[in-house]
């Protein structure tokens, strides 16, 4: 079974703070999104990284194809940015997915 | 622009009842469209896409089945819900094939199975 393992399962930090958040792949794949969920569910794409270093604001994604891993750096964290941020990789094997990590929990206190 | 919708927005159901969950993408022609569920605190899994009308692939099997009866409507169904089919349900759209693009989702639908 193909999966994608996330850390930290939750992580607090004060506003303006910066974040790392780690994922990492049980396969290597050269499909990689990041999504934001907010408290009421509704999912965000937040980055579309296949591979190298691509910037959204201030958002930051990087993504090593033969490490298997991709990570997303929030910098100057906003009370805003709280919730839960999902990694997700492309498979196919027959049929297509995208398989989703269990998320990091992001609170991001005044 | 493209709006994605889905509905109910929640429901609660008995076991054993039938289910049908919609979801209509307006403003996009041709879309790849997606099913996928999330327990509560659960991760969220890829149930069905459908890349054409009339053509749906399962991925996960859940007891459930889906339809794309029109290009911009896909439906999700059972005729007996169980009370492991409790979640949340996200349609999801895309232009491109599987990852090769965002995919973008809908608020999603809310069941509760009793």
């Known amino acids: 079974e193909q999966q994608v393992q996330q850390s930290p399962a939750s992580l607090v930090l004060q506003e303006a703070e910066n974040a790392e958040l780690q994922c990492s792949f049980s396969?290597?794949?050269?499909?990689v999104q990041w999504f934001y969920q907010r408290p009421g569910g509704r999912l965000v794409s937040l980055l579309y990284?296949?591979?190298g270093t691509k910037q959204s604001g201030r958002l930051t994604s990087t993504t090593v194809i033969k490490e298997r891993r991709s990570s997303l750096h929030i910098s100057s964290s906003q009370i805003t940015d709280s919730g839960t941020y999902l990694c997700a990789m492309g498979f196919s094997s027959g049929s297509w997915q995208l398989i989703f990590g269990s998320g990091t929990q992001l609170t991001v206190m005044p | 622009a493209q709006t994605i919708h889905q509905w109910p927005v929640a429901e609660i159901k008995a076991v054993g009842s039938p289910l049908s969950l919609g979801c209509t993408i307006k403003g996009k022609s041709s879309p790849n469209l997606y099913w996928y569920w999330q327990a509560t605190g659960g991760t969220l899994q890829q149930l069905f896409y459908s890349i054409t009308v009339g053509q749906v692939e399962s991925v996960v099997q859940l007891n459930l089945s889906a339809s794309r009866p029109k290009d911009d409507q896909f439906i999700l169904s059972t005729e007996k819900l169980l009370l492991s089919h409790s979640g949340f349900y996200l349609c999801a759209w895309s232009l491109g094939w599987g990852n090769q693009d965002t995919q973008y989702f809908g608020p999603g639908t809310r069941l509760l199975v009793l």
């Open positions: 990284n296949p591979s």
């Open positions: 396969i290597f794949t050269n499909q």
